[in-house]
């Protein structure tokens, strides 16, 4: 069984910048595309941003490239999002979630917030 526990939002300025953790459990030694999804008040989901723990591929959404940085630590079973110039359109409940690595990143994390497994969410807010 996939666990997944996210942690760091909260409310920040616009411009400013925020780090989201998401610590994983039971991938069983296998390769996994992990990342975040977010779902904001009355809009549908969206897949932020996607990396695996068999190699350094990453995936963003067009919105968040150059902005946002995901990074793996193997060792702390963790996944960082670190999210620098907030805009306000961003304010949503970040999803951390996880799928069996089986095709390319950047087609599987199409796919983010349909993936099986996810955490609880952490809310981020952008505001003045």
């Known amino acids: 069984q996939v666990d997944l526990v996210e942690s760091g939002g909260g409310l920040v300025q616009p411009g400013g910048s925020l780090n989201l953790s998401c610590a994983h459990s039971?991938?069983?030694?296998?390769?996994?595309?992990i990342g975040w999804f977010r779902q904001a008040p009355g809009q549908e989901r969206e897949g932020v941003s996607c990396?695996?723990?068999?190699?350094?591929?990453?995936y963003y959404v067009d919105s968040v490239r150059d902005r946002f940085t995901i990074s793996r630590d193997n060792v702390k079973n963790t996944i960082h999002l670190q999210m620098d110039d907030l805009k306000p359109e961003d304010t949503a409940v970040y999803y951390c979630a996880a799928e069996p690595l089986t095709t390319r990143l950047a087609i599987l994390c199409k796919f983010l917030p349909d993936f099986p497994s996810r955490g609880q969410g952490t809310q981020v807010t952008v505001s003045s």
């Open positions: 039971g991938f069983g030694g296998n390769w996994y595309a």
């Open positions: 990396i695996t723990n068999k190699d350094d591929s990453t």
